[in-house]
């Protein structure tokens, strides 16, 4: 079975700062995707980040990249500049090639002034 | 822009009532799924939809069932409410198996409160 686990369940980060989020996953598979969802405070879920395990270079999009381990199945999410609207609960997401998705218990983020 | 709508914010409901949650994606989506999410548990698969009238049972199924009628709109049915059953509750849907790596899109969610 499919496991994503997010070893932090608060963090707390300045604005301005730089914070990073843990993810680890376990499979056999070689081609599978990951993502980073963000459910702020108002809750609607949103995407931040996918990662394609075949490809070798890190996504980035903005302020948000990733740190893809492949062999060490590690995921992890570094935010830069942070900013007092990515107070959320972040949430890791692994997914082979079927339906689903599996998530980890989440990670609340907390930018404070 | 894909949208997800779910049919109430907050519910209240007794304990034994039958409650139905609706959701509706306007993109053509095949896939639609329900979560329930609670706290220090995530997100955690209940039913999902890969065509009309198709369902496959997710990780806890137990006290619920859905329904797919049309493409656009997937309910979620507690046949007999619990207070158990209390939860924030989302939709999501997505495209095909196999494209965009089944990134889903989620509904605002619904608090479900059983009395």
């Known amino acids: 079975a499919q496991t994503v686990t997010q070893s932090q369940p608060e963090m707390s980060v300045q604005e301005a700062e730089t914070v990073t989020l843990s993810c680890t996953y376990d499979?056999?598979?070689?081609?599978?995707?990951l993502f980073w969802y963000k459910q702020p405070p108002s809750r609607q879920m949103i995407l931040v980040i996918r990662?394609?395990?075949?490809?070798?270079q890190n996504a980035t999009e903005n302020r948000f990249s990733v740190n893809f381990q492949k062999a060490a199945k590690s995921f992890s999410l570094k935010i830069s500049d942070s900013q007092l609207g990515d107070t959320a609960m972040y949430f890791c997401?692994?997914?082979?090639?079927?339906?689903?998705?599996?998530f980890g218990k989440g990670t609340s983020l907390l930018v404070t002034p | 822009d894909v949208k997800v709508t779910q049919s109430s914010r907050y519910l209240v409901k007794r304990t034994g009532e039958k409650v139905f949650l609706e959701c509706v994606q306007d993109?053509?989506?095949?896939?639609m799924f329900w979560y329930r999410q609670d706290p220090g548990l995530g997100l955690r698969l209940i039913y999902f939809?890969?065509?009309?009238?198709?369902?496959e049972k997710g990780d806890i199924p137990e006290g619920y069932s859905v329904s797919r009628e049309k493409k656009e709109r997937f309910s979620l049915i507690l046949e007999s409410a619990s207070t158990n059953q209390t939860s924030m509750y989302l939709c999501?849907?997505?495209?095909?198996?196999?494209?965009?790596?089944?990134?889903?899109?989620f509904g605002p969610g619904t608090r479900l409160t059983v009395l």
């Open positions: 999501a849907s997505s495209l095909l198996s196999g494209r965009r790596g089944n990134e889903q899109f």
């Open positions: 499979t056999s598979e070689s081609n599978y995707y």
């Open positions: 990662q394609e395990a075949y490809k070798q």
């Open positions: 997401a692994f997914s082979e090639s079927g339906y689903a998705l599996n």
């Open positions: 993109m053509d989506h095949e896939n």
């Open positions: 939809s890969y065509d009309v009238k198709m369902k």
